[in-house]
């Protein structure tokens, strides 16, 4: 009860602060006069970095004299009451660990799309001397953002390794790399860049979500926006589509979008890549693993209110 009352009062807080950013107005009666869109780039969503790079959606929607914005807020969390305030329609990226925490809370956000299955881009990590495998976690500190798919990844290891007293400091990632690399924790939950990086620094994986937690990323918008503009959540869908058959057709252009928009090396760029699981269609395993992500964040205390897997999707939503 008191995640899901702590989530209120921010979003509550939230929405005094946002409204400020889309008291300008954005629509002219029911007519649409601009998108606000997140941009979020980690842990590598390519699909996402062309879209913008080549302005993909300013030129599909110029002809309706509607204007694209795009915002940084990467956090779930953050988007999801963002999406509340109603000045955010499209999520770009979200993790479903986010979504169904939103929906469980009253904040009816919808799935509209597919990013990614990025099963090696979480992780987590240690020091060079520090825990040799996942058996020896217990008692020890791990640093890493809660209410995640990394948070979710640890639980899942701490009960399927048999592990005990395994504590969790939240923070963001940068700042838990930062603890680790400063022997502050015994282990990490990091992604994407920051894997990379910490190797590079002498850190070791001890293990990926592999085997353990399903992650999948997806696109998600209000459902009063889905439903009061399922043309415009329609047209969001077939350019990131067209972004796809595009990394597939232009790999090395796609890499180089990829490497500058991160500000990493070609050959960073590619490693991130290969362990994004970069994603097309949303299937009926994506469903089932909404199921289970639904009963693990509920049996974790970190949702109480009743959600399935049909108050998550978009009707627009096609399931392979």
Known sequence: MYRIKKYVLTLSVFLL???????????????????????VKSPFNLQVMVMKEHGLLEKEFARDG?????????????????????????ASVMNTASVIIANAAGN?????????????????????????????????????????????????VIRKEGLENVSLVSMGLPQAQAALLAGQVDAALLAAALVLKTQ?????????????????????????????????????????????????????????????????????ARELYERSGIAESFTASDEQGLMKDIAFLRDLGMIEGEVSTEDLKSRLLDVQ
């Open 17 to 39: 602060f946002i409204s400020t950013i889309s008291a300008g107005g954005r629509r002219d009666g029911n007519e649409l006069t601009e998108i606000n869109i997140s941009y």
């Open 66 to 90: 509607i204007a694209v914005n795009w915002h940084e807020i990467t956090s779930g969390a953050k988007q999801a009451e963002a999406m509340a305030a109603g000045s955010l329609d499209i």
């Open 108 to 156: 009816n956000v919808d799935i509209i799309d597919v990013v990614s299955r990025p099963v090696d881009t979480f992780t987590i990590m240690t020091a060079a001397e520090g825990p040799a495998d996942l058996s020896e976690l217990s008692g020890k500190t791990v640093a890493g953002p809660k209410g995640t798919v990394l948070h979710q990844l640890l639980e899942s």
């Open 200 to 268: 590079d620094a002498g850190g070791r994986i001890l293990t990926t979500s592999a085997g353990y937690v399903q992650p999948l990323l997806v696109s998600v918008s209000p459902r009063s926006f889905t439903e009061e503009y399922p043309e415009i959540i329609r047209r969001y869908r077939k350019v990131q589509k067209e972004s796809y058959r595009y990394i597939m057709e232009n790999p090395e252009k796609a890499l180089t979008i990829g490497a500058s928009q991160q500000d990493i090396s070609i050959e960073a």
